[in-house]
């Protein structure tokens, strides 16, 4: 089974991306990632950048829309995605909790649907 | 009723809950076999202590007057259902104690019995530990669910399925016989010490939640120490987990820095605990039977020595992990003895030890690759060190151990 990490993070954790001197961020993502591949269960993933760079496009009776910044106004903002092959839920929320944006955001869990994937794609 | 006098009796409601709880299912349940009907009844029963209590004020016996009510809360529920086939023997088991149970303050403890039938053979192990932290001491699944990691609803359906087997799978609400004890009882204690060790690993130093399962875990032991007084293991998981539990205060900076124990201030830990401890672990020497978690206790046992003498015996606690190897050759265990190797025989003799366990069984677990890191950093291993920092970082759940690993790695 496919199941995608929603990492979302918040404008402080955003902001600590380019503060380089601080190694905790960048440092726990590298180890975490690595441990991802080691383990064999890493098959994508990405970091997006700020939320602020978001445009959101829309078609509102045959009207374009386009707004600045991200599609949802919350506080915390999607901030990067890691898709995994698992066998279980129970073990994507065990990669979930050492996620470090368990800690310092939050990480939710989704099951990819490939039998939508399949209709779409064939 | 006043504001103070219903919030008094609130209280006595939730302490009586609190600790009549598992005796209460436990009684219900060894007579009708069926956990979930035990529990809906009690938690109904308690739901009408809340409004009969402050009316007519706090009955004689408090506990007598909540298994009654459960009990009739069952005998409604199965006439309800009119399921006459299967439940007459129910009824009849619950008529027969009637009198005597109105009668009478006391009634007999069955949380034994609960106890081996939550981690009974039949049952998956997986849910021994959730099993008994519901029926026995009355948490919630969601409260469960958190702690182990899975979502509620699928704690929730797992424990119900557990329930129903038990209720459906003739599993027999008894004290193993000699001959099978000891392997019924290593599975209780397993089950006791996995509560232990998930409040142990949740201490964030903020998260009151996690102490409160080490605790309660804590609670269980004692419990099963006053029903089984002559079972040496019983006394080995309490001398353990009360040693660590000594430590709580010291694992932690005021700033929630994570401190290993090798760098803990042994002035911080509880005396009165380790002394407990000592106390147990003496104990069990009369019984003449060594078992894993003696020997753990032991381990700890020597840690707990540098208190007093400042120092620690790294020769004996690897002799230890030894006799512990060969009973319980566990992933832990052997990272614990390369660990203790480590230290005692230098890190070379250590990292060989590491060398020795199947790859393929720690690429997800945690403590293999911290033991791994710290013994290549000793050998100036460094580009092999940082690789292997970077596998326990990525294993690691507690931000403050993450943090304290990152900051070894350099």
């Known amino acids: 089974m496919q199941f995608a990490l929603l990492i ?15 190694n905790s ?31 959101t496009v829309r078609l509102t009776e045959g009207r374009r829309r386009v707004q600045d910044g991200p599609y949802a106004d919350t506080k915390e903002q999607l901030g990067g995605f890691t898709i995994l092959e698992l066998p279980s839920l129970d073990a994507a929320l065990d990669w979930a909790a050492r996620c470090p944006a368990a800690s310092y955001g939050a990480v939710e869990v989704r099951p990819l649907t490939p039998e939508l994937r399949r209709r779409i794609t064939e | 009723m006043s504001g103070t006098g219903q919030e008094d009796t609130h209280r006595r409601i939730e302490r ?71 439940s007459e023997p129910t009824l009849m088991l619950l008529r027969e104690g009637q009198e005597e149970m109105t009668l009478s303050v006391e009634f007999p403890d069955e949380r034994l019995k609960l106890l081996f039938v939550c981690a009974h053979p039949a049952i ?67 089950a006791i010490y996995a509560a232990f060790g998930i409040g142990w690993d949740d201490t964030a130093g903020v998260d009151q939640r996690g102490r409160d399962l080490a605790e309660e875990a804590i609670w269980l032991a004692r419990v099963l120490l ?39 201030d042994a002035q911080q830990w509880s005396l009165p605990l380790i002394e407990e401890a000592e106390r147990l672990l003496a104990e069990t020497a009369t019984f003449g039977r060594a078992g894993r978690f003696q020997l753990e206790a032991a381990i700890q046992s020597v840690h707990a020595e540098r208190a007093r003498s400042g120092r620690t015996e790294w ?32 890190p070379e ?50 931000p403050a151990v993450k943090e304290f690993l990152l900051q070894r790695r350099g």
């Open chain 2, 124 to 190: 998956d192990p997986a849910i021994h530990t959730p099993l008994m932290l519901q029926t026995v001491l009355g948490l919630d699944a969601a409260r469960i669910a958190g702690a182990f990691l899975v979502s509620p609803k699928t704690m929730g359906q797992r424990l119900v399925r557990a329930k129903t087997k038990i209720r459906d799978g003739g599993i027999q609400f008894d004290v193993p016989p000699q001959g099978e004890l000891p392997q019924r009882l290593d599975a209780v204690l397993e």
């Open chain 1, 25 to 55: 961020y960048t440092g726990a993502w590298r180890a975490y990632h690595k441990a991802l591949v080691e383990a064999g269960i890493f098959v994508a993933g990405d970091p997006l950048e700020v939320p602020e760079t978001g445009t």
């Open chain 2, 349 to 398: 003799a250590g990292l060989a030890v590491l060398d020795g366990i199947e790859l393929e069984a720690v690429s997800g677990y945690q403590p293999y690759w911290a033991v791994r890191a710290h013994l290549l950093q000793r050998l100036g291993r460094t580009p092999a060190a940082k690789d292997a920092y970077d596998r326990a970082i990525g294993l690691t759940e507690d």
């Open chain 2, 16 to 86: 009586v809950a609190r600790e009549s709880y598992g005796r209460l299912v436990a009684y219900l349940s060894a007579h009708t076999r069926d956990v979930a009907s035990a529990e809906d009844a009690l938690s109904d029963a308690l739901v009408k202590a809340l409004t009969a209590w402050p009316r007519d004020g706090l009955p004689q016996n408090p506990e007598a007057w909540l298994l009654t009510t459960a009990r009739h809360a069952i005998i409604d529920h199965v006439r309800h259902q009119q399921v006459v086939l299967t």
């Open chain 2, 226 to 264: 006053q029903l089984m007084p002559r079972e040496a293991e019983v006394r080995g998981l309490l001398a353990l987990m009360l040693h660590c539990e000594a430590r709580r205060k010291a694992r932690r900076g005021p700033d929630g820095r994570y401190i290993p124990l090798s760098e803990q």
């Open chain 2, 315 to 346: 020769a004996a606690i690897t002799l230890f992990y030894e006799q512990l190897t060969r009973i319980s050759p566990t992933l832990g265990t052997q990272t614990g003895y390369a660990a203790a190797v480590g230290e005692s025989k230098g």
């Open chain 1, 8 to 22: 979302y993070e918040s404008p402080e954790a955003f902001a600590t991306r380019k503060n380089d001197k601080i």
